[in-house]
Protein backbone atom coordinates (compact mmCIF):
# COMPACT_ATOMS: atom_id res chain seq x y z
CA UNK A 1 0.00 0.00 0.00
CA UNK A 2 1.19 3.35 -1.01
CA UNK A 3 2.05 5.58 2.11
CA UNK A 4 0.17 8.40 1.39
CA UNK A 5 -2.70 6.52 -0.21
CA UNK A 6 -6.10 7.35 0.66
CA UNK A 7 -7.12 3.95 2.35
CA UNK A 8 -4.33 3.87 4.26
CA UNK A 9 -5.01 7.52 5.51
CA UNK A 10 -8.61 6.22 6.58
CA UNK A 11 -6.98 3.19 8.22
CA UNK A 12 -4.71 5.85 10.17
CA UNK A 13 -7.39 7.47 11.16
CA UNK A 14 -10.10 4.71 12.55
CA UNK A 15 -6.91 3.40 14.31
CA UNK A 16 -6.34 6.91 15.83
CA UNK A 17 -10.34 7.15 16.63
CA UNK A 18 -10.29 3.26 18.22
CA UNK A 19 -6.69 4.34 20.54
CA UNK A 20 -8.76 7.46 21.54
CA UNK A 21 -11.77 5.95 22.69
CA UNK A 22 -10.08 3.25 24.41
CA UNK A 23 -8.20 6.16 26.79
CA UNK A 24 -11.05 8.15 26.88
CA UNK A 25 -13.66 5.07 28.30
CA UNK A 26 -10.73 3.46 30.50
CA UNK A 27 -9.94 7.15 31.74
CA UNK A 28 -13.89 7.82 32.47
CA UNK A 29 -14.11 4.53 34.38
CA UNK A 30 -11.33 4.29 36.21
CA UNK A 31 -12.05 8.00 37.46
CA UNK A 32 -15.74 7.49 37.71
CA UNK A 33 -14.74 6.21 42.16
CA UNK A 34 -12.19 9.58 42.81
CA UNK A 35 -14.82 11.72 40.92
CA UNK A 36 -17.68 10.16 43.35
CA UNK A 37 -15.34 10.47 46.77
CA UNK A 38 -14.73 14.47 45.59
CA UNK A 39 -18.49 15.02 44.90
CA UNK A 40 -18.99 13.53 48.55
CA UNK A 41 -16.16 15.74 49.67
CA UNK A 42 -17.10 18.45 48.14
CA UNK A 43 -21.06 18.18 49.75
CA UNK A 44 -18.93 18.36 52.90
CA UNK A 45 -16.80 21.17 52.37
CA UNK A 46 -19.58 23.50 51.67
CA UNK A 47 -21.74 22.61 54.57
CA UNK A 48 -18.94 23.18 56.91
CA UNK A 49 -18.18 26.42 55.34
CA UNK A 50 -21.96 27.76 55.26
CA UNK A 51 -22.28 26.53 58.66
CA UNK A 52 -19.10 28.58 59.29
CA UNK A 53 -16.71 25.62 61.14
CA UNK A 54 -14.18 26.17 58.92
CA UNK A 55 -13.15 29.62 57.67
CA UNK A 56 -10.58 28.43 54.41
CA UNK A 57 -12.52 28.45 51.45
CA UNK A 58 -9.59 25.72 49.59
CA UNK A 59 -9.20 23.19 53.13
CA UNK A 60 -7.52 20.30 52.80
CA UNK A 61 -9.16 16.93 52.41
CA UNK A 62 -7.99 16.38 55.83
CA UNK A 63 -9.36 19.47 57.21
CA UNK A 64 -12.67 18.40 56.07
CA UNK A 65 -12.85 15.54 57.23
CA UNK A 66 -11.82 16.26 60.85
CA UNK A 67 -14.38 19.23 60.84
CA UNK A 68 -17.01 16.79 59.52
CA UNK A 69 -16.50 15.01 62.82
CA UNK A 70 -19.01 16.59 64.50
CA UNK A 71 -21.59 16.37 62.02
CA UNK A 72 -24.17 13.80 62.13
CA UNK A 73 -26.69 13.61 59.19
CA UNK A 74 -30.08 11.80 58.56
CA UNK A 75 -32.80 11.67 56.28
CA UNK A 76 -35.99 13.47 56.94
CA UNK A 77 -39.28 12.53 55.46
CA UNK A 78 -40.88 16.00 55.15
CA UNK A 79 -44.09 15.43 55.57
CA UNK A 80 -44.17 14.40 58.83
CA UNK A 81 -40.84 15.51 60.12
CA UNK A 82 -39.96 12.07 60.82
CA UNK A 83 -36.17 10.64 60.11
CA UNK A 84 -35.90 7.66 58.18
CA UNK A 85 -33.29 5.28 57.63
CA UNK A 86 -34.59 3.89 54.21
CA UNK A 87 -32.05 5.29 52.14
CA UNK A 88 -28.33 4.97 52.06
CA UNK A 89 -26.96 8.47 53.12
CA UNK A 90 -23.67 8.76 51.52
CA UNK A 91 -25.53 7.88 48.22
CA UNK A 92 -28.51 9.82 48.80
CA UNK A 93 -28.86 12.32 45.95
CA UNK A 94 -32.24 14.79 46.32
CA UNK A 95 -32.37 15.75 43.15
CA UNK A 96 -32.23 12.47 41.30
CA UNK A 97 -35.19 11.59 43.84
CA UNK A 98 -36.80 14.90 42.72
CA UNK A 99 -36.95 13.74 38.89
CA UNK A 100 -38.28 10.12 40.36
CA UNK A 101 -42.08 10.40 40.27
CA UNK A 102 -42.54 7.80 42.92
CA UNK A 103 -40.01 9.84 45.36
CA UNK A 104 -41.14 13.49 44.03
CA UNK A 105 -43.26 15.49 45.93
CA UNK A 106 -45.34 18.39 43.55
CA UNK A 107 -45.48 22.12 45.49
CA UNK A 108 -48.80 23.69 45.90
CA UNK A 109 -48.03 27.01 43.73
CA UNK A 110 -49.44 29.04 46.65
CA UNK A 111 -46.42 27.44 48.77
CA UNK A 112 -43.98 27.51 46.10
CA UNK A 113 -41.93 30.63 47.52
CA UNK A 114 -38.58 28.89 45.88
CA UNK A 115 -40.05 28.64 42.62
CA UNK A 116 -39.06 25.13 42.27
CA UNK A 117 -42.42 23.49 41.38
CA UNK A 118 -40.86 19.98 42.78
CA UNK A 119 -38.73 18.58 45.62
CA UNK A 120 -37.92 15.11 46.82
CA UNK A 121 -40.09 13.81 48.95
CA UNK A 122 -37.10 13.51 51.93
CA UNK A 123 -34.31 15.51 52.14
CA UNK A 124 -31.45 15.62 54.07
CA UNK A 125 -30.83 17.24 57.93
CA UNK A 126 -27.17 17.21 59.51
CA UNK A 127 -26.56 18.18 63.12
CA UNK A 128 -23.61 19.54 64.61
CA UNK A 129 -22.09 18.72 67.61
CA UNK A 130 -19.84 20.52 70.00
CA UNK A 131 -18.93 18.33 73.86
CA UNK A 132 -21.65 16.21 72.79
CA UNK A 133 -24.07 19.11 73.06
CA UNK A 134 -26.05 20.23 69.61
CA UNK A 135 -24.70 23.37 67.86
CA UNK A 136 -26.28 23.85 64.74
CA UNK A 137 -28.78 22.08 62.64
CA UNK A 138 -28.05 22.62 58.56
CA UNK A 139 -30.55 21.87 56.22
CA UNK A 140 -29.85 22.06 52.61
CA UNK A 141 -32.00 24.78 50.62
CA UNK A 142 -32.77 26.02 47.29
CA UNK A 143 -34.25 27.84 44.87
CA UNK A 144 -35.02 30.21 41.98
CA UNK A 145 -32.93 33.32 41.17
CA UNK A 146 -32.94 35.14 38.30
CA UNK A 147 -31.36 32.56 35.60
CA UNK A 148 -30.60 29.81 38.07
CA UNK A 149 -31.22 27.62 40.71
CA UNK A 150 -29.04 28.36 43.46
CA UNK A 151 -28.07 25.18 45.97
CA UNK A 152 -26.72 26.10 49.49
CA UNK A 153 -27.08 25.72 52.92
CA UNK A 154 -28.61 27.05 55.78
CA UNK A 155 -27.16 26.52 59.27
CA UNK A 156 -29.77 27.30 62.81
CA UNK A 157 -29.04 27.62 66.20
CA UNK A 158 -30.69 24.47 68.27
CA UNK A 159 -33.76 26.94 68.75
CA UNK A 160 -34.25 26.77 65.04
CA UNK A 161 -35.01 30.67 65.27
CA UNK A 162 -31.21 31.96 64.87
CA UNK A 163 -29.08 32.02 61.58
CA UNK A 164 -25.89 30.72 61.85
CA UNK A 165 -24.27 30.78 58.52
CA UNK A 166 -25.08 30.68 54.59
CA UNK A 167 -23.90 29.38 51.59
CA UNK A 168 -24.42 28.85 48.36
CA UNK A 169 -22.19 26.08 46.42
CA UNK A 170 -24.04 26.87 42.88
CA UNK A 171 -25.85 29.12 41.14
CA UNK A 172 -25.65 31.13 37.78
CA UNK A 173 -26.36 34.30 38.77
CA UNK A 174 -24.11 37.33 37.15
CA UNK A 175 -20.78 37.91 38.94
CA UNK A 176 -21.05 41.72 40.53
CA UNK A 177 -25.02 41.26 40.78
CA UNK A 178 -26.60 37.96 42.11
CA UNK A 179 -23.91 36.44 42.09
CA UNK A 180 -22.52 38.24 44.83
CA UNK A 181 -24.73 36.28 47.07
CA UNK A 182 -21.07 34.75 47.57
CA UNK A 183 -19.33 37.82 49.11
CA UNK A 184 -18.43 37.53 51.56
CA UNK A 185 -19.15 40.58 53.60
CA UNK A 186 -22.50 39.99 52.94
CA UNK A 187 -23.16 36.46 54.02
CA UNK A 188 -21.49 37.53 57.49
CA UNK A 189 -24.31 39.61 58.01
CA UNK A 190 -26.83 36.05 58.37
CA UNK A 191 -25.66 34.84 61.32
CA UNK A 192 -27.69 36.26 64.28
CA UNK A 193 -30.76 37.27 62.15
CA UNK A 194 -34.01 35.52 63.02
CA UNK A 195 -35.56 33.09 60.47
CA UNK A 196 -38.53 32.81 62.25
CA UNK A 197 -40.66 34.42 64.37
CA UNK A 198 -41.90 33.56 67.57
CA UNK A 199 -44.40 31.41 66.62
CA UNK A 200 -41.74 29.91 64.11
CA UNK A 201 -43.20 30.85 61.05
CA UNK A 202 -40.56 32.46 58.20
CA UNK A 203 -39.81 35.85 58.81
CA UNK A 204 -36.60 36.03 56.81
CA UNK A 205 -35.90 38.99 54.53
CA UNK A 206 -33.30 39.49 52.09
CA UNK A 207 -34.25 43.57 52.41
CA UNK A 208 -34.67 46.08 49.21
CA UNK A 209 -31.59 48.23 50.42
CA UNK A 210 -29.51 48.59 52.98
CA UNK A 211 -30.49 47.22 56.60
CA UNK A 212 -30.44 49.95 59.31
CA UNK A 213 -31.22 49.67 62.61
CA UNK A 214 -34.13 51.52 62.12
CA UNK A 215 -35.31 49.33 59.20
CA UNK A 216 -38.37 47.71 60.74
CA UNK A 217 -38.00 44.39 61.79
CA UNK A 218 -33.94 44.87 60.89
CA UNK A 219 -33.63 41.67 63.54
CA UNK A 220 -34.50 39.23 60.33
CA UNK A 221 -33.13 41.29 57.76
CA UNK A 222 -30.06 41.32 55.69
CA UNK A 223 -29.34 43.95 52.52
CA UNK A 224 -30.52 43.82 49.72
CA UNK A 225 -28.26 42.92 46.78
CA UNK A 226 -27.73 46.27 44.64
CA UNK A 227 -29.15 46.05 41.06
CA UNK A 228 -30.54 42.47 41.76
CA UNK A 229 -33.74 42.50 43.22
CA UNK A 230 -34.87 39.28 41.57
CA UNK A 231 -31.73 37.12 42.93
CA UNK A 232 -32.73 38.74 46.20
CA UNK A 233 -36.10 38.11 46.19
CA UNK A 234 -34.99 34.45 45.11
CA UNK A 235 -33.03 33.88 48.28
CA UNK A 236 -35.87 35.47 50.83
CA UNK A 237 -38.29 32.81 49.17
CA UNK A 238 -36.30 29.68 48.94
CA UNK A 239 -35.24 30.19 52.97
CA UNK A 240 -38.91 30.86 53.54
CA UNK A 241 -40.00 27.87 51.49
CA UNK A 242 -37.33 25.24 53.31
CA UNK A 243 -37.98 26.87 57.02
CA UNK A 244 -41.72 26.68 56.44
CA UNK A 245 -44.47 24.28 57.16
CA UNK A 246 -44.56 22.97 53.14
CA UNK A 247 -40.57 21.84 53.85
CA UNK A 248 -38.66 21.56 56.89
CA UNK A 249 -41.25 22.80 59.37
CA UNK A 250 -42.21 19.53 60.77
CA UNK A 251 -38.91 18.63 61.32
CA UNK A 252 -37.70 21.64 63.33
CA UNK A 253 -41.02 21.27 65.60
CA UNK A 254 -39.92 17.70 66.38
CA UNK A 255 -36.61 18.65 67.21
CA UNK A 256 -37.87 21.31 69.22
CA UNK A 257 -39.63 19.37 71.14
CA UNK A 258 -36.88 16.55 71.46
CA UNK A 259 -34.78 19.21 72.89
CA UNK A 260 -36.96 21.00 75.36
CA UNK A 261 -34.96 20.18 78.41
CA UNK A 262 -32.14 19.33 77.04
CA UNK A 263 -28.58 20.91 76.94
CA UNK A 264 -28.12 22.46 73.70
CA UNK A 265 -25.14 25.34 72.86
CA UNK A 266 -26.87 28.67 72.55
C1 LIG B 1 -26.71 41.38 31.92
C2 LIG B 1 -27.61 41.49 33.12
C3 LIG B 1 -27.45 40.62 34.16
C4 LIG B 1 -28.28 40.68 35.28
N1 LIG B 1 -28.12 39.80 36.29
C5 LIG B 1 -28.95 39.84 37.35
C6 LIG B 1 -28.85 38.89 38.40
O1 LIG B 1 -27.97 38.01 38.43
N2 LIG B 1 -29.76 38.97 39.41
C7 LIG B 1 -30.76 39.91 39.43
O2 LIG B 1 -31.56 39.91 40.35
N3 LIG B 1 -30.83 40.84 38.47
C8 LIG B 1 -29.97 40.83 37.43
N4 LIG B 1 -30.09 41.75 36.45
C9 LIG B 1 -31.02 42.85 36.62
C10 LIG B 1 -32.48 42.42 36.44
O3 LIG B 1 -32.76 42.33 35.10
C11 LIG B 1 -33.38 43.44 37.13
O4 LIG B 1 -33.25 44.64 36.48
C12 LIG B 1 -32.95 43.60 38.55
O5 LIG B 1 -33.08 42.41 39.24
C13 LIG B 1 -33.79 44.65 39.26
O6 LIG B 1 -33.07 44.91 40.46
P1 LIG B 1 -32.97 46.38 41.10
O7 LIG B 1 -34.38 46.78 41.37
O8 LIG B 1 -32.16 46.19 42.34
O9 LIG B 1 -32.28 47.22 40.10
C14 LIG B 1 -29.27 41.68 35.33
C15 LIG B 1 -29.42 42.57 34.28
C16 LIG B 1 -28.60 42.50 33.18
C17 LIG B 1 -28.80 43.47 32.06
Given at each position: MQKDSPVRTILVAILLCFVCSILVTSAAVLLRSKQEKNKILDVKKNLLLASGIIQNPKPTEQEILEAYETVRAEIVDLSSGETVSTFEIESFDERKMSKDPKHSYKIPVDKDTAGIKVRAKYNLAYKIFENDELSMIVLPVNGKGLWSTLYGFIALAPDTRIIKGIGFYEHAETPGLGGEVDNVLWKNQ???????DENYQPIFQVNKGVVTPSTVNHESKVDGLSGATITSNGVTGLVRYWLGEDAYGPYLEKLRQSLKGKRVKT
Open positions: WAGKLAL
